[in-house]
């Protein structure tokens, strides 16, 4: 009877302890992966006519962490602004741009427009704003 216990427990042992180290290898993985940056957080294009067209601002985002970061979505809190941005993979230490153009034709007025960035970064979504006047 021993055998038998020995048998079907010592593999049981061994697939457990080998499942806790892989978890704690994932858990360091997510400690250590990638981290989203921006290098400013907010743009204020100041006056600008409804005459002249949409405005456009570029903001950069870097990768601080140590895995490839990839930005999943980037949004917007309104339809008059527009992000483009690329979905490629940003290697660790390396950056990308998000360009936000915002169209002012029909708001007259004060302006403030927030864009969320997702990603796989650890810090979840990261938020940027544009404001300014449009006369």
Do not use: W
């Not at 457990?16 to 992966?33: D, I, N, P, R």
């Not at 903001?59 to 895995?67: A, D, L, R």
């Not at 029909?106 to 449009?134: C, D, H, L, W």
């Amino acid at each position: 009877m021993k055998t038998k216990v020995s048998t079907i427990f010592l593999p049981l042992i061994a697939l457990v302890l080998s499942l806790g180290a892989y978890c704690e290898g994932f858990a360091q993985e997510a400690k250590s992966g990638a981290k989203i940056e921006t290098t400013e957080v907010e743009f204020d294009f100041g006056e600008i006519l409804e005459a002249d067209g949409p405005v456009s601002h570029t903001f950069v985002v870097k990768n601080t962490g140590k895995s490839p970061l990839v930005l999943t979505r980037v949004s917007a809190s309104c339809g008059c602004t527009k992000p483009e941005f690329s979905r490629e993979p940003i290697a660790p230490g390396a950056s990308t741009k998000i360009k936000i153009t915002y169209n002012p034709a029909g708001r007259p007025g004060q302006f403030v427009k927030t864009i969320a960035i997702y990603s796989n970064g650890s810090e979840g979504a990261v938020t940027v704003r544009i404001r300014g006047v449009v006369k």
